[in-house]
């Protein structure tokens, strides 16, 4: 018995034939990114296809990593109105060298009424946050010099003695660039051994090729700074604010350093000397 069947069978097999046969041609292969298609025309499809659906970055990471990080380290705003020395650049570590001064009770009371005193001819003045006498001029350190500096530095001051300096006169200081003032007590005793000091880490700076420090130095504490160069108008306040240091309770007040160790600030990181006893 013979069974008749629909063409449909014949008619799909005829149009997979052709298919096949449009599949195989050159033209369709590029179209349709098949195995013969360049590898340039395939890359840029996939780019395509891949920005197409990457979805945009939240706010909360683009803040965490801004763009122009190198604006802001030097808008000065951002610090209190400073301005830097020299522009920062990665690898570059800011270095000075420095005799610690730990204050006593009594002092933070007389550095209050002494700016006030200043406060009251119109200037702002920020209390320095780490008291110190410097015995360097700040100069920047590549990073692979941090190590070999301080092992100089530690062998120039290795025949230096511990020695007692005190400071009771008030003076205004302004940096290089005359971008800040500072209130400074000046060194009165002590000066001898002061200048030891400064000659071996001369030394170690001159091994490097660094600057040195000045050559008529006057050794002082920092108390405060503002923003500007103001020593030239702040004489009537200055002779205010040392009579109050000179009128003390107890006598003219003297800030007294026990010079006992040496530092050395390296960007973040500080490395200690200790003098002999």
Not at 17 to 34: F, L, W
Not at 134 to 142: A, D, E, G, I, K
Not at 159 to 167: D, E, G, I, M, T
Not at 263 to 276: D, I
């Amino acid at each position: 018995m013979l069974v008749g069947y629909s063409s449909s069978s014949s008619e799909e097999d005829s149009e997979a034939a052709t298919d096949r046969i449009k599949r195989s041609s050159p033209k369709c292969q590029e179209q349709d990114g098949g195995v013969n298609a360049s590898p340039a025309r395939k890359k840029h499809k996939i780019e395509e296809q891949v920005s197409k659906t990457r979805l945009p970055l939240p706010g909360i990471l683009l803040d965490m990593f801004p763009e122009d990080v190198g604006s802001q380290a030097e808008d000065s705003s951002l610090h209190g109105g400073r301005v830097r020395s020299f522009k920062h650049e990665r690898g570059n570590w800011a270095t000075y060298v420095y005799l610690p001064y730990h204050p006593e009770e009594e002092f933070g009371e007389l550095l209050e009424e002494l700016l006030s005193i200043a406060g009251a001819h119109g200037a702002v003045w920020t209390p320095q946050e780490e008291l110190h006498l410097s015995l360097s001029q700040t100069v920047v350190l590549r990073h692979h010099w941090i190590q070999p500096f301080n092992r100089s530095l530690r062998a120039g001051l290795v025949h230096c003695k511990r020695f007692v300096c005190s400071a009771g006169r008030l003076r205004l200081y302004s940096n290089d660039e005359r971008t800040r003032t500072f209130l400074g007590m000046e060194v009165c005793t002590g000066h001898a051994p002061l200048l030891d000091l400064v000659q071996a880490v001369d030394r170690t700076m001159k091994e490097f090729r660094l600057e040195t420090f000045y050559k008529e130095p006057s050794f002082h504490v920092s108390l405060a700074w503002c923003v500007g160069d103001l020593t030239g108008q702040m004489g009537q306040c200055l002779q205010e604010m040392q009579r109050v240091v000179d009128d003390h309770e107890e006598g003219p007040f003297l800030l007294r350093l026990d010079c006992v160790e040496l530092r050395c600030r390296t960007g973040n990181k500080t490395f200690r000397f200790p003098l002999e006893p």
